[in-house]
């Protein structure tokens, strides 16, 4: 029954020719049916490459709505096209994927999901990143668009992307052929949930905005013995120690203080008893920038290290560390002269007071893939304001530390947060399409 009032109520909009006159007052009319979808999105999160049946709900909204969509592209993914006269092509991207981890929102629709992952292992299963809010601002956005055709001319492609938590659906999706096979977007969009702004508000970074990320795993080799007799051993727990102690000169002394860069050891394993020194040892570590040539040296210099530490050991050639790399995410990359222009957009369309800068941050996207294509496609992920305003004060004053993303306690304050991610994201599309 709600999907049929629903649809009414869209008919309804799409019949009147007053739809662009004031787009907050279209959202709002449009939040009951956007609130009902966000809250089953919320119950019902998936694992990343396991996003069937989210994947199936976000392809039927798009449809419903006169997209023309396909699905399973490069896994669950989801692409829909609208094309509407000639003009640039605007491609919109929400990442549709939950994470192992129980929440702990106490809210009346928290999510109770399980779900088996790739080991075997049964795990709770949350939006704790808030994916069920780009969702939902990418579906309350296309629900506009495709009510206000009368006022736009060009084409809109909207991504559903899987597996963005593994930093893998973008380039599943790249490498099956989405800029090929679909529209060439002229720009992409797409926005994220930030608990650091107030509930509805927009974030907005030129330049880099999140970070290269790089895992490194470090083999470290030695030979063992007695705790009682260390001149006859190599002793791989020392030399893992000379190893950690030299990679902070990557950041302190190889990068330039006008540069940004993180190399954090963040597991040390090694030994099983008091006096037994171990012929092995095993380091991970994530290595964080900005600028690609920064990226490569800092990786470079991992190397570099783990080498050199075990030759002023001692160690013979066989023994020499064996560094790995895994989970690489380029930065995300906001193009300045597309960023002033949807500045401008959102701060006439919401306010200045509801429109300012942000800070770029150390975590990873791989939303950034789809800018980074030969030739590149400017690109912008704006930050959704998720909190309320007052916890927001709050804790600028010394009060209560805010939930993080992939908290169990990361809770969005709905109605504002989907208001003001389909306003804003309209508003930015809209400034990039031809006028009728």
């Known amino acids: 029954m709600k999907k049929l009032i629903a649809g009414a109520v869209f008919a309804a909009l799409m019949s009147g ?32 490459t396991q996003e069937e049946k989210t994947a199936k709900r976000v392809a039927d909204e798009l449809k419903a709505v006169g997209y023309d969509v396909t699905t399973s592209f490069g896994g669950h993914g989801v692409v829909a096209v609208m094309k509407n006269g000639d003009g640039p092509t605007v491609l919109v991207r929400a990442d549709m994927d939950g994470l ?60 559903g992307q899987p597996a963005e938590e593994r930093t893998m659906g973008a380039e599943a999706m790249i490498k099956e052929g989405l800029f090929e096979r679909f529209p060439r977007p002229d720009y992409n969009l797409a926005l994220h949930v930030s608990p650091a702004i ?79 020194i171990s012929d092995k040892a095993h380091l991970q570590i994530t290595i964080r920038s900005y600028a690609d040539d920064v990226r490569q040296n800092l990786k470079d210099g991992v190397v570099r290290i783990a080498r050199g530490q075990a030759i002023a050991f001692g160690l013979p050639e066989d023994k020499m560390p064996e560094v790995t790399f895994s989970e690489g995410t380029p930065s995300t990359y906001n193009d300045p002269e597309l960023t002033a222009k949807l500045r401008a957009a959102l701060t006439e369309k919401m306010g200045a007071e509801h429109v300012y800068e942000a800070d770029p941050v150390m975590a990873a996207e791989d939303f950034s893939l789809f800018g980074r294509t030969d030739p590149k496609i400017p690109s912008v992920m704006l930050w959704l304001g998720a909190t ?49």
């Open 198 to 276: 107030r509930a509805g508000d927009i974030g907005i970074v030129s330049g880099y905005a999140l970070a290269n990320v790089d895992s490194a795993d470090i083999a470290i080799k030695g030979i063992g013995g007695h705790g009682a007799y260390p001149h006859t051993t190599k002793d791989p727990v020392v030399l893992a120690s000379y190893i950690v102690a030299s990679l902070q000169t990557l950041v302190s002394r190889e990068t330039s203080p006008l540069e940004s860069g993180v190399v954090t050891v963040g597991s040390i394993h090694a030994g099983t008893k008091h006096n037994i």
């Open 388 to 436: 309320k305003a007052e916890a927001v004060e709050a804790s600028k004053n010394g009060g209560a530390a805010l939930p993080s993303l992939h908290s169990p306690l990361f809770g969005p304050d709905r109605e504002p947060t989907i208001k003001g991610g389909v306003e804003a994201m309209t508003t930015a599309v809209l400034s990039l399409l031809a006028q009728k």
């Open 100 to 159: 192992p981890v129980k929440e702990q929102t106490g809210l009346e629709y928290a999510s109770q999901a399980m779900a088996t992952d790739d080991d075997g292992t049964t795990v709770p299963v949350m939006h704790a990143c808030g994916h069920d809010i780009h969702m939902t601002s990418m579906i309350g956005t296309a629900r506009r668009l495709a009510a206000m055709r009368d006022t736009w001319s060009g084409t809109i492609v909207m991504v």
């Open 17 to 48: 020719t007053s739809i662009a006159a004031d787009l907050r007052e279209d959202v709002a009319a449009d939040y009951s049916y956007l609130e009902d979808l966000y809250i089953h999105l919320h119950q019902n999160p998936e694992l990343s």
